[in-house]
């Protein structure tokens, strides 16, 4: 239908219905982001933006309201290639291509930092690594709960949480440089929407894949990404 949808566009949603305001999607590239939001294109960013350094620098940021772990999505029949970081860091990445969209350049330049030999390159859009990749790019590097999403739509395609220990980054909601009201706001929003079980419910929905399927084993990241079950 043309409908926007994900866990960040049902918050976003049920934010501007608490507040009895008229919603308005506006879109952004990540590398004009902080120059929209200052400019005061729009009052608030509620796309997965990753609170590192240099953004906490430029915006304002709510606390933090899901973690995000680095991951990659590769063909299902290179999985095992991509298992266990220490194995990569053995060969420092040699021959290897890393696709990366704007919001993860933390993880990819940890990527660069462990595989010196590995190149990194940008990449348009995820639709673009899944429909466009004609072997160009190894691997791309995401949250593996961005990542999940994606696989549903593209089953083709499998998420890795490179072994032994997981990287993990916050996402927040972005504002204004300094509109520091508004941030604590959705600080506060955000801790009611943990405590009435909201957040929970949408994460178990649109991340984990709990009634994306009938009839059959729900698709799980804590099963099918993180192998934690079985």
Same mark, same amino acid.
């Given at each position: 239908?043309?409908?926007?949808?994900?866990?960040?566009?049902?918050?976003?949603?049920?934010?501007?219905?608490?507040?009895?305001?008229?919603?308005?999607?506006?879109?952004?590239?990540?590398?004009?982001?902080?120059?929209?939001?200052?400019?005061?294109?729009?009052?608030?960013?509620? $796309?997965?933006? /990753?609170?590192?350094?240099?953004? *906490?620098?430029? !915006?304002?940021?709510?606390?933090? =309201?899901? #973690?995000?772990?680095?991951?990659?999505?590769?063909?299902?029949?290179?999985?095992?290639?991509?298992?266990?970081?220490?194995?990569?860091?053995?060969?420092?990445?040699?021959?290897?291509?890393?696709?990366?969209?704007?919001?993860?350049?933390?993880? $990819?330049?940890? /990527?660069?930092?462990?595989?010196? *030999?590995?190149? !990194?390159?940008?990449?348009?859009? =995820?639709? #673009?690594?899944?429909?466009?990749?004609?072997?160009?790019?190894?691997?791309?590097?995401?949250?593996?709960?961005?990542?999940?999403?994606?696989?549903?739509?593209?089953?083709?395609?499998?998420?890795?949480?490179?072994?032994?220990?997981?990287?993990?980054?916050?996402?927040?909601?972005?504002?204004?440089?300094?509109?520091?009201?508004?941030?604590?706001?959705?600080?506060?929003?955000?801790?009611?929407?943990?405590?009435?079980?909201?957040?929970?419910?949408?994460?178990?929905?649109?991340?984990?894949?709990?009634?994306?399927?009938?009839?059959?084993?729900?698709?799980?990241?804590?099963?099918?990404?993180?192998?934690?079950?079985?």
């Amino acid at each position: 239908k043309g409908e926007l949808v994900g866990f960040d566009v049902e918050m976003a949603h049920r934010l501007a219905r608490e507040l009895g305001v008229t919603l308005e999607f506006v879109p952004f590239e990540l590398d004009t982001m902080v120059e929209q939001l200052n400019g005061d294109h729009f009052d608030v960013i509620m $796309a997965g933006i /990753a609170m590192l350094t240099q953004k *906490l620098k430029e !915006v304002s940021f709510s606390d933090p =309201y899901m #973690d995000v772990t680095f991951a990659l999505v590769v063909k299902d029949s290179r999985r095992k290639e991509f298992a266990n970081i220490e194995e990569i860091k053995r060969t420092g990445g040699r021959g290897l291509t890393f696709g990366v969209r704007g919001a993860y350049e933390y993880f $990819a330049a940890k /990527a660069a930092e462990n595989l010196p *030999l590995a190149k !990194v390159v940008l990449i348009k859009s =995820y639709r #673009d690594f899944f429909e466009n990749n004609n072997d160009d790019v190894d691997a791309l590097v995401t949250g593996a709960e961005v990542g999940a999403a994606w696989t549903l739509l593209y089953p083709g395609y499998d998420v890795v949480v490179p072994k032994p220990v997981p990287m993990v980054v916050p996402l927040g909601y972005a504002v204004a440089h300094g509109d520091t009201e508004m941030a604590e706001f959705l600080t506060h929003w955000i801790d009611l929407k943990k405590k009435d079980k909201t957040i929970e419910k949408l994460y178990n929905y649109w991340i984990l894949g709990q009634g994306a399927a009938e009839n059959k084993v729900r698709w799980s990241i804590i099963r099918d990404v993180f192998h934690w079950v079985e």
